[in-house]
């Protein structure tokens, strides 16, 4: 059946309409109606519900909470109840951890006024929060695209078709998708956002940016010993097991009852295509230092995703007529602390007041260039104007050197003001820093042991991941010959590798190898859509409520 085959789409005007229920989307939502009570307000979430698809640390710096619910501390039903008390960073080598003193740290580096706990269900939390308020809430829709006016305006989104096989034919079960329309469209989608990608082609967002950089971040949930649990503290580290060129490092947070959350970070500018980020996680929790946390203990979650790492020089600009970027969509993650989700809610909350006036003088679909002039000077620009050049100072000088220039400037930004390096530049996206496969050596990982280390299959059980298997597979290959000539035969199928749930195999045929895609695993974190060395494979949304479901990520 063509489009104009299908039948019309059922139509629904709000006054806004927010794409994303994580923490910008629904502190936008919540804002909006803290505002103006009477504002129509609907958030529309491609998870089965809210804060099925959310996967953070989490350490999360309060700022963005208490200026929106101030009083969350005395609210029982928060699930943030554990405030970090011991704050320690390692330098890791293989046989040993050396801890870095304090006192080397810049000040807003420290973590003391942070707390433990699962983003997923603090979203959770601000969902029943903004329903409260009366805002609508639609989980297991996916915005599949984005609608625009007759002078190319956006007016709002319309969900995905329901019921489609996989010949890209209407089943008995389909179901025409809705048309949400608003007076503004904000869009909270969190990293590589696949509408966000378009409007910042169609509108050129980034024409004075500087390339977008990402990271991917892998994580575990752990019960463990009570005698091994230390409620309130968190540990990060740098080196060990990646080389000196490839940046990354770990973190630890024991939080809650018994809990630990344990998670392992690669850039996604390194240049090896044999690295597997999933395979040097398994190998990080096997080092001395940290094994024993992990030994006779009981590994309840896993789950990816796709971190902004660009920060400030990359964010792009963030209006357009009709709507907006907030969030991790446009990047606001700050990489030295590891955190993203203060800065998420400032944006969601700053667009909203933006928005909230513009209908409040009766405009509608117009560019909230308000919004775009107030950022760099609010919480959150300075927030990130001060690390601007550790990720850039990481990636030209490597871990040892760079790292050093970082905290050295990062001291600068601090106690001056000022950069000795200026804005430093990102150069290249992740995906063209990719080198041959005839440079660098395959690499054998060890196999796991099934007690401290898995593979990937039985982690992506851990994930929940389901997708209705008689649908399109929801990630496009532009060229698939393409794909054999390089992906394969240049740079001996990196998918398979940076891939963290076994969706890409090579599978080796009398004919030739075959470019295998199991959809049926993607754990959506989108590092396929950052690192293919072409930028030939593209995420897109798929049925609606498909995907992982995380319990407490």
Sequence with gaps: MSTEELPPRESMEFDVVIVGAGPSGLSAAIRLKQLNADLNVVVVEKGSEVGAHILSGAVIDPAGLDKL??????????????QVKDDRFYWMTGAGAIKLPGFMMPPLMDNHHCYIGSLGNVCRWLARKAEALGVEIYPGFAAAEVLYDEE???????????????????????????????????????????????????????????PPK??????????????????????HSFGWPLDMKTGG??????????????????????DDPYLSPFDEFQRFKTHPSIRGTFEGAK???????????GGYQSVPKLSFPGGALIGCAAGFVNVPRIKGVHNAMGTGMLAAEHVAAAIAAERANDELVEYENAWRSSSVGKDLFLVRNVKPLWSKFGTVLGVA???????????????????????KHDRATLDPAKSHAPKNYPKPDGKI??????????SNTNHEEDQPIHLKVTDMNLQKTSEHDVFAGPSNRYCPAGVYE??????GPRFQINAQNCVHCKTCDVKDPNGNITWVPPEGGGGPNYEAM
């Excluded at 619910?69 to 554990?82: A, F, G, H, N, V």
């Excluded at 630990?260 to 690669?266: L, N, Q, Y």
């Excluded at 220039?405 to 150069?427: E, I, K, P, V, Y």
């Excluded at 280390?453 to 851990?462: E, G, H, P, Q």
Aim: net charge neutral; charged share 25%; proline share 2%.
């Design 69 to 82: 619910i101030p009083d969350w501390r005395e609210d029982s039903d928060c699930p943030l109840k554990t």
């Design 152 to 210: 190319g305006k956006v007016k709002g989104i319309a969900t995905g078709d329901m019921g489609i096989g996989r010949d890209g034919k209407p089943k008995d079960s389909f179901t025409r998708g809705m048309e949400l329309l608003g007076k503004y469209t904000l869009f909270a989608e969190g990293a590589r956002g696949s509408l966000t990608k378009q409007l910042i082609n169609k509108f050129a967002l980034d024409a004075k940016a500087e």
């Design 214 to 235: 990402f990271g991917i971040g892998l994580k575990e949930v752990w019960q463990i010993d009570p005698a091994k649990h230390q409620k309130g503290l968190i540990q």
């Design 249 to 270: 490092g770990s973190f630890l947070y024991h939080y809650d009852d018994n809990l630990v959350a344990v998670g392992f970070v690669v850039h996604l500018n390194y």
């Design 299 to 309: 590994r309840l979650a896993y789950g990816a995703r796709a971190i902004t790492e």
């Design 405 to 427: 220039l970082g905290g050295f400037d990062m001291w600068c930004n601090t106690l001056f003001g000022a950069s000795l390096f200026g804005t430093q530049s990102h150069r």
């Design 453 to 462: 280390t898995f593979d990937k299959l039985s982690s992506v059980f851990l």
């Design 506 to 511: 090579w599978i080796e045929e009398g004919s």
